[in-house]
């Protein structure tokens, strides 16, 4: 059933993390290109820490990345998010993403076009105001349109797209079942991981050699920490047995666990990290805490309380099946 | 991996551990190159001994299915692949048995005794 607010939800979406992401990028890149005349050749492009600029470069930097992060992002989020929402997902985190790229895009815009305004008429682009102030600015408007794109969508009632609780599969009285998998990273997360790993290392190594010891040690210790987070958010074993629904880390830790009288329900359901949970690992957002490690068919399990556990593991359909059946069974033993 | 025992069948048990393994196999839940679960997780899931589920895998690993290597634990191998084929040809079997009321026992006899003429 479709609620009757549904395409008033979707339009104040679409009108969030498109509509007004154009329209600011248009604005900015009209006072850009009127201005970009009066700019010295090279520009300020890049200032330092204490606020005077240190890196100097063409003019078009500016414009370019308006549109680059100023509307990239908001594509970006748009072309994972909205097709879910036309097809009938509903939560928070949407209306949450559509707003932080309406604000992004606004930062970028108002960071880019305030630039290129303090160097109108400068003989020289060394002479630069600093760009604190503007950073400030900035940051405070992309904060205006994010609250704002938050206050312009409706809420949202959660809803997941196609899910289908599962009718439980068939226990014989006294059998013991067991279904065991292991969930692991998409292969092009495992490149992604593997190359920072190695850029790391070679910088590392490459810092150690030029003698910048305090530079190689703070790069080891980076990576150590990446290390860790990686090993413990990247592969976990997932098994659903008398005890419930257990996942366990490779590395022992984090472990997450549902006890047999605490499923209400479990099911499969497709997810998509980005969108549903701006990202990929070990994920919580309200309402639900996931294991997200690819794309796609994801074992649903839903707690007592209404709390949801997102697991993306292969053949997840009997892992429903038989956690439903188990479920069931504690609860008529229990006499419930 | 799904395994399925009963206590109460006349089936031993790493026979019936075995046989729920092969039947993911044909399945194909568990592909060429998946890891078994290890037997000690497996046994404690299944609240039974240890040897039990060593002894299913080496069962397994004597028919080919399963690789074991030291460090590695358990892997189906490719033959374990090779099983997928029998699929569509088990279901349709096994449901013009039911048809016909066999039970599964006097069904798997006679599947039996069909392989002994064949390699006989």
């Known amino acids: ?108 815009a108002t960071l880019n076009t305030a630039s290129v305004g303090m160097q109108r008429g400068l003989a020289s682009a060394a002479d630069a105001p600093s760009v604190v102030p503007t950073m400030l600015a900035a940051f405070a408007v992309g904060a205006l349109l994010g609250v704002g794109g938050w206050f312009l969508q409706p809420r949202q009632q959660a809803q997941i797209l196609d899910w289908e609780p599962s009718a439980g599969m068939e226990l014989a009285p006294g059998e013991r079942v067991v279904w065991m998998r292991t969930a692991s990273m998409a292969r092009w997360g495992v490149i992604m991981l593997s190359v920072i790993g ?82 990929y690992g070990l994920r919580a957002r309200p309402g639900a805490t996931g294991i997200v490690l690819r794309n796609g068919n994801a074992l649903q399990v839903t707690r007592k309380n209404g709390r949801r556990l997102v697991i993306t593991v292969d053949d997840a359909v009997s892992a429903a099946a038989l956690l439903t059946a188990l479920a069931a069974r504690t609860a008529t033993g229990k006499g419930a | 991996m799904l395994v399925r025992i009963d206590p109460t069948s006349d089936i031993p048990i790493f026979d019936q551990v075995a046989g729920s393994i092969r039947a993911d196999m044909v399945a194909g839940t568990m592909r060429p190159g998946d890891k078994l679960a290890p037997a000690r997780e497996l ?3 299944l609240d039974v001994n240890l040897h039990t589920v060593l002894r299913a895998y080496q069962l397994l690993r004597d028919e080919g299915l399963v690789d074991m290597r030291r460090g590695r634990g358990a892997v189906a191998t490719p033959a374990a692949g090779a099983l997928s084929q029998l699929r569509s040809e088990i279901l349709e079997l096994a449901q013009k048995a039911l048809a016909l009321g066999m039970s599964p026992d006097s069904l798997a006899a006679l599947v039996r005794d069909s392989l002994r003429g064949e390699s006989g």
Do not use: C, K
């Open chain 2, 43 to 45: 046994a404690a899931g």
């Open chain 1, 1 to 108: 059933m479709i609620p009757a607010e549904s395409p008033r939800v979707v339009r104040r979406y679409a009108i969030t993390v498109l509509a007004l992401p154009m329209l600011v990028t248009a604005t900015a890149l009209t006072l850009q290109f009127a201005w970009l005349g009066d700019v010295p050749n090279p520009a300020a492009i890049h200032w330092g820490p204490s606020g005077t600029p240190d890196g100097f470069g063409a003019a078009w930097t500016f414009p370019a990345v308006t549109v680059g992060l100023g509307l990239g992002l908001p594509l970006l989020v748009a072309i994972t998010t909205l097709p879910m929402l036309r097809r009938g997902a509903r939560g928070g985190t949407f209306r949450f993403m559509g707003s932080l790229a309406l604000g992004m895009s606004a930062f970028m």
């Open chain 1, 198 to 279: 190695a850029g790391m290392v070679g910088a590392a190594i490459t810092a150690w050699i030029v003698g910048e010891l305090a530079v190689a040690w703070y790069l080891v210790g980076t990576l150590a920490v990446v290390a860790l987070g990686a090993a413990m958010a990247s592969i976990f074993h997932v098994r659903v047995d008398a005890d419930g629904l257990t996942a366990v880390a490779a590395l022992g830790l984090p472990r997450l666990r549902v006890p047999l009288d605490d499923v209400a329900e479990a099911g499969v359901a497709p997810v998509n990290g980005f969108a549903e949970f701006g990202g």
